[in-house]
């Protein structure tokens, strides 16, 4: 399976390029898909992002796509899976990605042969980039972009999805759906990266 890390994001709070900063020497961005590579279940690595970002992405010596709807996730997911079929999708800013719990994902979606198969917490919120997508998905994302609906939850929630329970998961695991929001992230995160 293609492993998309979607690095579109505006990193407001973060006050600059998130994920370009680098963290023990090398960017944000490559500890999360040095650990996605690290899956047994992905095979290669693309990222998608805006076309102003795409020069600097490239630097790091993967294949870019460029998100040419700039809507949010939902773009990002559309675009990758438009390119490249099944894809596991997440966000460039969560690098304490569990290569054995994106394995497991990718299981879980093969065997239920489902549209997405996606991590749920108990409250109910979805962890739509930490996700597996099958390339059938690509029509009922395009029909609510074109009704000018731009949230993926809705469009996971209305695929019948594979659902997986977060507070069932090992806790390592659950680390895994942590993401860089601010630069006090960054302390949280110090005994896994060596910050």
């Not at 992002?49 to 870019?64: D, I, N, Q, W």
């Not at 998100?67 to 690098?95: E, N, R």
């Not at 059938?136 to 029909?143: A, G, H, T, V």
Request: aromatic content about 10%.
């Amino acid at each position: 399976m293609i492993g998309v890390v979607l690095a579109g994001g505006k990193s407001s709070r973060f006050g600059g390029e998130k994920l370009l900063y680098k963290i023990n020497g090398k960017p944000l961005i490559l500890h999360t898909i040095e650990r996605v590579l690290n899956a047994k279940k992905i095979e290669e690595i693309v990222i998608v992002t805006s076309k102003e970002k795409m020069k600097s992405f490239e630097k790091l010596g993967f294949s870019v796509v460029v998100d040419k709807l700039k809507i949010g996730p939902i773009g990002g997911v559309y675009t990758a899976i438009s390119h490249f079929a099944d894809v596991f999708v997440v966000a460039g800013d969560m690098p304490l990605i569990n290569p054995k719990f994106v394995d497991w994902i990718v299981e879980k979606f093969h065997e239920s042969n489902t549209l997405v198969c996606v991590p749920k917490w108990k409250n109910g919120y979805l962890e739509p980039l930490h996700a597996a997508y099958s390339q059938d998905f690509l029509e009922m994302i395009k029909r609510q972009i074109e009704k000018g609906e731009y949230m993926l939850g809705k469009a996971i929630r209305a695929s019948s999805p594979c659902y997986i329970k977060i507070e069932s998961l090992p806790l390592e695991w659950q680390e895994s759906l942590f993401n860089i929001n601010a630069k006090s992230d960054l302390k949280k995160i110090k005994g896994a990266l060596q910050v």
